[in-house]
């Protein structure tokens, strides 16, 4: 019983496949989360493959939680008839029912699965008994029992232990099904809206400025992708300044390769909440959402995303590392926190470039590394009065890096988005055509960041990711 109810039952909930649904013209898969060592839990959705969102107003006694997992959001005509007020009440009304029966089908095969378990892990500890009994009779050389009685005590034995295991395993499972039907439906009661199911949540950007015509291709992202630090654009604008946008930036050095024009509207200390998907304060100007201007640019090809170490506020943990041992449960913790966080900007920014008018090709970039593990220069020593970066600290610097990117591919992916993977020679290193690093050091102007040569290596890789025929 004790193996059945505290193994069984959690194995089981984990394994059973969830129950694929169509609802309202999006994919669903209803099913469980995996059990975890709490008296409650709220049931979960899972956005994208890798966003996981806590319903807390759904909280769950028991083992068993729901958890609804939906993929993208598609764009069809049984979505458009839930948001439309002649026809939304009743499909709502359906897709509540769907849902239902689809979790009520995978309790059912979940009923099934822990059935056979209890069933086997009987039949296995009834084999166990019935060798010790053997055991014990063959130390008594003058008191053997019949094989006879030997057959039907263990019978006995067996029959019992089995419909105890199982009458116990069912009854806490229903018990477990019971709440979990009660948690969700007092949760509900509660509900007025969808946002005091899931929290709130700000609305995609609105097209910003006036329209525009004759770029093949976009850049949004940060100071990487406008290449801080190098020459000024030629009759540059009061944004370009502000920004930082060099002549030698991403987009311009894309458009050089291709012989187009690839706007650039990326931007120095841009992150996916401030710059992407709303304005940005920086050099004393409020520029507009990157987003929002690229829905005003008519006939685009291609967009390039460059994005990330802001969002994380990559320099705290670099400097943090240069002056200490990194490795320490507190900052992974917080890396860990503001991952999560950027997990769920980067939902809503794939989602409002997914829905770009035109459906340009979307290309996501990837974070290059500064160090290779064995660095041992003046860049990775660091200034004077720190201890520099220990090999140790460059791999935390590494597998954080690793997490980001892992993090970027994995939902482009879902989009099918296409991936840019730079290939940037690091600090302390020479590059095959021994032209040095590709990313500036501590001497330079900004360090980190991207030089002319490294520029041409970031654009290198998203021409070699456009499509012959995107955007068509």
Not at 46 to 61: C, F, H, K, S, W
Request: proline share 7%; aromatic share 6%.
């Amino acid at each position: 019983m004790a193996f059945c109810l505290l193994v069984g039952i959690p194995a089981t909930i984990a394994l059973t496949p969830p129950q694929q649904l169509t609802v309202a013209g999006q994919e669903l898969f209803v099913g469980a989360r995996v059990p975890s060592p709490s008296l409650s839990g709220p049931v979960q959705l899972v956005q994208i493959g890798n966003t996981r969102l806590d319903v807390a107003p759904l909280e769950v006694y028991g083992p068993l939680r729901p958890q609804l997992t939906l993929g993208p959001i598609q764009r069809n005509a049984a979505a458009a008839a839930a948001a439309d007020p002649a026809t939304g009440s009743q499909v709502r009304a359906t897709a509540m029912s769907t849902v239902g029966t689809g979790f009520l089908r995978w309790y059912g095969w979940a009923t099934l699965g822990l059935l056979a378990v209890t069933l086997t892990a009987t039949a296995v500890a009834a084999h166990l008994r019935i060798l010790a009994t053997l055991r014990r009779q063959s130390r008594r050389p003058h008191q053997h029992l019949p094989a006879a009685e030997l057959w039907q005590r263990g019978t006995r034995q067996s029959l019992r232990m089995t419909a105890v295991a199982v009458a116990v395993t069912m009854v806490a499972w229903a018990g477990a099904g019971a709440l979990a039907y009660s948690g969700t439906v007092q949760g509900l009661q509660g509900v007025r809206s969808l946002a005091d199911l899931v929290g709130t949540h700000h609305l995609p950007p609105l097209p910003v400025g006036p329209k525009a015509t004759g770029y093949t291709g976009a850049v949004i992202g940060d100071s990487r992708a406008a290449r801080v630090g190098g020459a000024p654009v030629a009759g540059a604008t009061a944004d370009d300044t502000a920004c930082g946008r060099s002549s030698d930036s991403l987009a311009g050095e894309i458009g050089s390769m291709q012989g187009s024009r690839v706007l650039n509207l990326a931007c120095s200390g841009a992150s996916i909440p401030s710059g992407l998907l709303g304005p940005q304060t920086q050099g004393g100007r409020t520029l507009p959402s990157q987003v929002g201007r690229l829905q005003q640019v008519q006939g685009l090809k291609f967009v390039t995303v460059v994005i990330g170490p802001n969002d994380l506020s990559w320099g705290d943990f670099l400097r943090y590392c240069y002056a200490a041992d990194c490795q320490d449960n507190l900052t992974e913790g917080e890396f860990d926190y503001r991952l999560a966080a950027f997990d769920r900007d980067y939902g809503e920014l794939l989602q409002a470039l997914n829905d770009l008018p035109g459906r340009p090709q979307i290309i996501v970039m990837t974070s290059y590394d500064v160090f290779n593990p064995d660095a041992n220069c003046g860049d990775a020593k660091g200034p004077a009065g720190v201890s520099g970066l220990t090999p140790a600290g460059i791999t935390v610097l590494s597998s954080r890096n690793k997490a980001l990117n892992d993090l970027l591919v994995s939902g482009a992916q879902k989009y099918r988005f296409s991936i840019a993977t730079p290939r940037l020679a690091p600090l302390c290193t020479d590059s095959v055509d021994g032209l040095g690093a590709d990313i500036q050091g501590l001497g330079d102007s900004n360090p980190f960041h991207p030089t002319g040569t490294g520029s041409i290596r970031m654009a290198s890789a998203v021409v070699a990711a456009v499509k012959p025929d995107a955007g068509g």
